[in-house]
């Protein structure tokens, strides 16, 4: 597989059809959603960059993109707020196959 293309689908479709491409057989893509919720708000949703594999990129911005990305991702999380929590869900796609003879 294409390594660029690593947690790179939005459809489960996508996962099989990748898989499939790849010579797999019997591929099974489950889609599971659970509720996420960062009851601290846009804040809290943002300073999870901190724990995150990006979190030393994120760290070694300098102070307006630091501040573009902090504006940019109150944008983008707005419209998940309710109640003053970012309410979404975590979304992981599991794959069942086996290799093709």
Do not use: C
Not at 21 to 33: K, L, P
């Amino acid at each position: 597989m294409d390594d660029q293309r690593v947690l790179s689908w939005r459809k489960a479709a996508d996962l099989e059809d990748t898989f499939h491409g790849e010579r797999f057989a019997n591929v099974s893509v489950v889609e599971v959603r659970y509720p996420f919720v960062f009851e601290g708000g846009i804040a809290q949703a943002i300073s999870a960059l901190a724990a995150s594999p990006i979190a030393t990129t994120v760290a070694q911005l300098d102070t307006e993109t630091r501040a573009r990305l902090w504006s940019a991702a109150e944008r983008r999380l707005q419209p998940l707020v309710v109640d003053g929590q970012v309410r979404t869900h975590m979304v992981s796609n599991l794959v069942t196959s086996r290799k093709a003879e």
